[in-house]
């Protein structure tokens, strides 16, 4: 299933909302430096979707806050 999502890192409250056009907005408290907040955002999606988080995969959007996950 692929999906699309919006980070929103340094976020003070850490987050998922469903927006009208079946986007998810993340919010993390991580900052976009090294990939954390990537790797949060991961975190995040494993557990609302409750996957291991070896099961989603990044497949663009490395640096930009519209991303695509590919979760299995």
């Given at each position: ?42 975190k995040a ?28």
């Open positions: 299933m692929r999906i699309t999502v919006i980070a929103h890192p340094n976020s003070r409250q850490p987050r998922i909302e469903k927006d009208l056009l079946d986007d998810l907005h993340v919010y993390v408290s991580e900052p976009p430096l090294e990939g954390k907040a990537n790797e949060a955002v991961i999606l494993a557990k609302y979707f409750q996957v291991n988080k070896s099961n989603i995969a990044l497949l663009s959007g490395h640096k930009a806050k519209k991303k695509v996950f590919e979760i299995e």
